[in-house]
Nanobody
Framework: QVQLVESGGGLVQAGGSLRLSCAAS????????VGWFRQAPGQEREFVAA????????AYADSVKGRFTISRDNAKNTVYLQMNSLKPEDTAVYYC?????????????????????WGQGTQVTVSS
């Protein structure tokens, strides 16, 4: 079982930046595609960004394109989400995810159905 741990959330003013990290409990995490999702109060969880196992392919939700960047450092077994120009509507709990069927997946997977490993989430709050 893969355990994922997110960190880096916090309170920031609109226009500010945060970098979220997702660390895995297994070294083989570097072989798996990863995604970031978020859930705001009273809303359904939504896709934010995804990256292929090698890092060569990435995908973003339209709402974060040009502001957020997903990356990975496979030597550190960590995936990052750099969030710039934050808006109050970005306020949510952010989750990283991967999946047993995503080993060596060459595409950035945007649907949540293939993700079966989830972290506990990290809160991001953007004040206006």
């Amino acid at each position: 079982q893969v355990q994922l741990v997110e960190s880096g959330g916090g309170l920031v003013q609109a226009g500010g930046s945060l970098r979220l990290s997702c660390a895995a409990s297994v070294r083989t995490f570097s072989n798996y595609a990863v995604g970031w999702f978020r859930q705001a109060p009273g809303q359904e969880r939504e896709f934010v960004a995804a990256i292929s196992w090698s890092g060569s392919n990435r995908a973003y939700a339209d709402s974060v394109k040009g502001r957020f960047t997903i990356s990975r450092d496979n030597a550190k077994n960590t995936v990052y989400l750099q969030m710039n120009s934050l808006k109050p509507e970005d306020t949510a709990v952010y989750y990283c995810a991967s999946g047993s069927r995503l080993r060596r997946t060459a595409v950035a997977v945007t649907g949540s159905g293939l993700y079966d490993y989830w972290g506990q989430g990290t809160q991001v709050t953007v004040s206006s």
